[in-house]
Nanobody
Framework: QVQLVESGGGLVQAGGSLRLSCAVAGTSLSTYAMGWFRQAPGKEREFVAAISWRSGTTYYAVSVKGRFTISRDNAKNTVALQMNSLKPEDTAVYYC????????????????????????RGQGTQVTVSS
């Protein structure tokens, strides 16, 4: 059974940084891309970033490009999201996800449709940015 376990969320002031980590347990997801999506209270889910497991190609939502960096460690089966210059509008629950690259990056520019689910996802970690 595959499990994605997130860590690293918390409370930070605007302009600060946080680093989220996601560990994959149960199996190696070497054929999957890994990424993050988020959901703020009362808002739809939105794609944040993704990385191809083999080539390391990265994808970012426009709202986070230049501020967030996604990386992965294949040997350790982990993926990280470095978040800099955080803004109050980044406040959300952040979820780690895994899926085929084409599917993981299908909705980079608009909210995830209701009922759409990635193949694997974690339980989420709260990120709160105060103004």
């Amino acid at each position: 059974q595959v499990q994605l376990v997130e860590s690293g969320g918390g409370l930070v002031q605007a302009g600060g940084s946080l680093r989220l980590s996601c560990a994959v347990a149960g199996t190696s997801l070497s054929t999957y891309a890994m990424g993050w999506f988020r959901q703020a209270p009362g808002k739809e889910r939105e794609f944040v970033a993704a990385i191809s497991w083999r080539s390391g190609t990265t994808y970012y939502a426009v709202s986070v490009k230049g501020r967030f960096t996604i990386s992965r460690d294949n040997a350790k089966n982990t993926v990280a999201l470095q978040m800099n210059s955080l803004k109050p509008e980044d406040t959300a629950v952040y979820y780690c996800a895994a899926d085929r690259e084409q599917r993981l990056t299908r909705y980079t520019d608009y909210p995830l449709p209701t009922g759409f689910e990635y193949d694997y996802r974690g339980q989420g970690t709260q990120v709160t940015v105060s103004s």
